[in-house]
Nanobody, 126 residues
Framework: QVQLVESGGGLVQAGGSLRLSCAAS????????MGWFRQAPGKEREFVAG????????YYADSVKGRFTISRDNAKNTVYLQMTSLTPEDTAVYYC???????????????????WGQGTQVTVSS
């Protein structure tokens, strides 16, 4: 059974930092692009960051560029999202996702991802 489990969410003050982790089990994703998405109440799920299978290429939403960093450790089958300079607008449930296709480029649309975690809440207070 394939599972993606996010952790590291919580409550933080504006200007603070959090590091999210996404641990995969049931299969390796070392040859798959991975992404982080978020969904705030009443809003659609949106792309936050993505990383190719090698970790050599990363992509970010304009709203988080320069503040968030995505990385991966294929030996641990884990993807990370380092978030800094957080604002209340970053409040959302954050989801980890894995593209089911091998060697695929990073996609920004949620429909392109086959595997999803259950999400972790990030709340930024002003």
């Amino acid at each position: 059974q394939v599972q993606l489990v996010e952790s590291g969410g919580g409550l933080v003050q504006a200007g603070g930092s959090l590091r999210l982790s996404c641990a995969a089990s049931g299969r390796t994703f070392s040859r798959n692009a991975m992404g982080w998405f978020r969904q705030a109440p009443g809003k659609e799920r949106e792309f936050v960051a993505g990383i190719d299978w090698s970790g050599g290429s990363t992509y970010y939403a304009d709203s988080v560029k320069g503040r968030f960093t995505i990385s991966r450790d294929n030996a641990k089958n884990t993807v990370y999202l380092q978030m800094t300079s957080l604002t209340p607008e970053d409040t959302a449930v954050y989801y980890c996702a894995a593209d089911g296709q091998l060697w695929a480029d990073v996609q920004r649309r949620p429909v392109s991802y086959e595997y999803w975690g259950q999400g972790t809440q990030v709340t930024v207070s002003s």
